[in-house]
């Protein structure tokens, strides 16, 4: 199946078409779609088996060894946790970011969720003994992202937790939280923007950073904290065990409100924001029509 960009210039929508308004803390997603499959072209029987409807034979299903063989859920994985960040970091003032690594090669994925819990464990004891701060300052929610190094790290994990308080967020050193992790270095940052963190996890979950001298990857061109790097296009999904979620997240996390509406009225429900970035694709082969998928991003001023 291909997928082309094209002009978004040649899409005109009327004010009764149908799109899907998205919205996510401070960001509105409109998306209009055509010539979209809605039927289900297989049937599942077992976990190892499925029905071809349109042959009628029955297959198996093909294994996949790592996330980089399965897109279309890795696409809905980001997604998810872009719209997490977004809903949920709209202050940024009740929001710290903190990486963990390892001084020694990790590679047990499992082992490196667990030891995240026990250190928000002890992070949150800590926090609860400090009484100078609020009630608010001791009571978070977090979002706790796995990525992989890649090879020139002995293919080791590290981990992202964003840390989402319902006051003002306490200020605790870096020290602490390194003496709390006990595992290796870390970074304690501000939460500046949520949208960019957002982003900056889309780069980055998907895409390994391009090593001049690799061999011939298909290689994109990505601006990072304002500069230009290469990255290899889902290099970092062959690191992800199938089956291994990208994320974790605290229950009762705010999600994104979706609706099916008329053109109109998305716009007029987006009249108080400023269209950020449009994007439109056709999927399908070249010779056939194709189905397309126009999206216009906003952000509220």
């Known amino acids: 199946m291909k997928i082309r960009k094209v002009s978004s210039e040649s899409i005109k929508l009327q004010e009764n078409t149908e799109v899907k308004l998205k ?15 809605k039927r289900c072209p297989i049937q599942n029987i077992s976990k190892d088996k499925y029905l071809d409807k349109e042959t009628g034979e029955i297959k198996e299903r093909k294994k996949s060894e790592n996330r980089y063989q399965t897109p279309k859920s890795v696409r809905k994985s980001i997604n998810n946790l872009m719209d997490l960040i977004r809903c949920n970091a ?68 590290h981990l992202h937790i964003l840390l989402i308080f319902e006051d003002v967020a306490p200020f605790i050193s870096n020290e602490v939280i390194t003496e709390l992790w006990g595992y290796g270095i870390t970074d304690t940052h501000k939460v500046y923007d949520a949208d960019g963190l957002a ?37 970092r999904l062959k690191y992800y065990p199938t089956g291994m979620p990208l994320f974790s997240a605290s229950r009762g996390m705010k999600r994104p409100l979706v609706e099916k509406i008329s053109h109109k009225e998305a716009m007029d429900r987006v009249s108080d924001c400023r269209l950020v970035y449009r994007e439109t694709f056709l999927i399908g082969e070249k010779e056939k029509k194709g189905n397309i998928i126009d999206k216009r991003f906003y952000k509220k001023q």
């Open 90 to 157: 709209t202050n940024p003032s009740c929001c710290k970011w903190i990486t963990l690594t390892y001084a020694d090669v990790k590679t047990d994925h499992e082992k490196v969720y667990e030891d995240g819990k026990m250190f928000l464990r002890r992070l949150q004891r800590y926090l609860n003994n400090q009484t100078e701060l609020s009630v608010g300052q001791k009571v978070f929610k977090r979002i706790t992202v796995a990525e992989p190094q890649g090879e020139s790290h002995g293919n080791s994990w």
């Open 199 to 235: 982003l900056y996890f889309k780069v980055y979950l998907s895409d390994v950073e391009y090593v001049e001298g690799d061999e011939t990857y298909d290689v994109v061109d990505k601006v990072v904290d304002g500069k230009s790097k290469q990255f290899i296009k889902g290099g």
């Open 23 to 37: 919205i996510a803390g401070n960001t509105r997603e409109v998306q209009f779609s055509a010539g979209v499959n």
